[in-house]
């Protein structure tokens, strides 16, 4: 080893972070390497400027002052207490747009009056509607007035006859 | 239960807003953290109001520490972090005061012929304390668990939860960069 690959693992030997075999490299070259040596003290030196440093006692007040300022926080909610609440306004939100999207073409089309309504024909001649009032006249449960109102409106003027 | 987790369940229940938790930590962490800010700028008063800034900021940031287990280096990073703006905010570092600067300037004067000795002016504090604050975060805590505090590497890595190879890597890079910074006070 030269003294640049010395002087670059210098600090780690130093600290002694260099595997054994490594550091036995170094060792040899310090010992003959006077340059390398005095880099060696330099880094040393450093470590001596630092410290230690002595522990001092924190003024016996400090706590008191520390804890006069601490606001007092709120107790951490599990995550479902602190998402539910958008969460549920937001499944609201889309289910009444969902909603009114799928209402929208119903309340666009124009809906048409009765009297306008295709009635299909009977082969007698006779509408399929007023078939359906004929057949349900005989039935024993038969709300007969009902069923008059309902031919009135598909035929009035036979629809007095019915009636009476 | 291991000192380590028995501290996690405190800083978990600090984190949740329990103050009395916060104070069991400020009984662990209140001296070193104290000390430190103490050595770095050399004037009680602002120690204490800058040990007093870092509990309070250690408390608002608390919920958002993500690892429990980290809170003393965490809480360290905090008091450097004020330390160096404080210092950096071009208030000159005073000179030592008081009986406990006489404690440390009879440490200093053990060591009549090393490096230490060079440190009595306040201009020289001021630049090993200014070259530790210009060192990245990393290698900086280090720095200071171990020369400041006098923790041994395993310790270090432990508190913080990195391998001692790596704390021994921070250590050195650290050193290698004050060596630069400082080469004044430790050349021959």
């Known amino acids: 080893m030269d003294c640049a690959e010395i002087l670059k693992i210098l600090p780690d030997y130093t600290v002694g972070a260099l595997e054994e075999h490594i550091a036995a490299h170094v060792r040899a ?136 | 239960m291991s000192t380590e987790a028995a501290e996690e369940k405190v800083v978990a229940k600090a984190q949740a807003g329990d103050q009395r938790a916060f104070g069991t930590l400020y009984s662990q962490y209140g001296r070193v953290i104290y000390s430190i800010i103490r050595h770095m700028i050399g004037n009680e008063e602002t120690a204490a109001d800058l040990a007093q800034e870092t509990f309070i900021r250690a408390w608002r940031s608390l919920p958002r520490l993500q690892e429990p287990k980290a809170f003393g280096g965490w809480l360290r990073m905090i008091a450097l972090n004020l330390t160096r703006d404080w210092v950096r905010a071009d208030r000159p570092t005073e000179p030592l005061d008081g009986e406990n600067d006489e404690e440390m300037a009879r440490q200093w004067a053990d060591d009549e012929a090393g490096p230490a000795d060079r440190l009595r002016t306040s201009e020289q504090q001021r630049q090993v304390t200014e070259a530790v604050h210009r060192l990245n975060e990393d290698q900086r805590l280090v720095i200071v668990m171990h020369h400041l505090e006098g923790k041994p590497v395993a310790e270090i890595g432990r508190e913080l939860g990195i391998p001692v190879g790596t704390v021994l890597s921070r250590l050195a890079r650290g050193r290698e960069a004050l060596r630069i910074k400082l080469a004044p006070y430790v050349e021959e």
């Not at chain 1, 009297?115 to 024909?121: F, I, K, M, R």
């Not at chain 1, 004929?134 to 038969?142: I, S």
């Open chain 1, 29 to 164: 070259h310090l010992a003959e390497c006077e340059s390398c040596r005095r880099e060696l003290r330099a880094l040393e030196n450093t470590g001596a400027l630092l410290g230690p440093m002595p522990a001092v006692d924190a003024p016996r007040d400090l706590w008191a002052a520390i804890q006069a300022q601490l606001e007092p926080r709120a107790r951490r909610k599990p995550a479902w207490r602190v998402y539910w609440k958008p969460t549920v306004a937001v499944a609201a939100a889309a289910a009444i747009l969902i909603a009114v999207l799928l209402a929208w073409p119903l309340m666009q089309a124009p809906v048409p009056l009765t009297p306008d309504l295709p009635v299909l024909a009977t082969a007698e001649g006779t509408s399929y509607a007023e078939a359906q009032i004929a057949g349900a006249w005989d039935q024993p449960l038969a709300d007969e007035a009902s069923l008059a109102l309902a031919m009135a409106v598909i035929e009035p003027e036979n629809s007095g006859e019915m009636i009476q």
